[in-house]
């Protein structure tokens, strides 16, 4: 129950930082790095806004047995989880648009 209510503070956060008029990606790295140091997150961020990449960095470690990173091109396995988490973000796109 955490990490959903982790994932629904960290969605409000950034809607409400994408949705301002103001230039977004210092407070989506500020937000981001937070929620990474806190050991919140561990992954890669790619944002973009009207076609175009805004923001995208890695944060974390892909293997942490073998000290390996996280980059932008690190594939991730994913679960059963991730439709539900991509349904909820395309709606707000939908909202937004």
Known sequence: MKRVSLLFTFLVNFTFITSS??????????LMTTYFRNEVFNG??????????????????????WNIMNTVDT????ASISKSFTALLILQLAEVC
């Open 21 to 30: 008029g103001q230039n977004p990606v210092p407070k989506i790295d500020s």
């Open 75 to 78: 594939k991730f396995r994913i």
């Open 44 to 65: 890669a961020v790619l944002v973009a806004k009207k076609g175009e990449v805004i923001y995208k960095k890695a944060f974390g470690y892909a293997d942490r047995e």
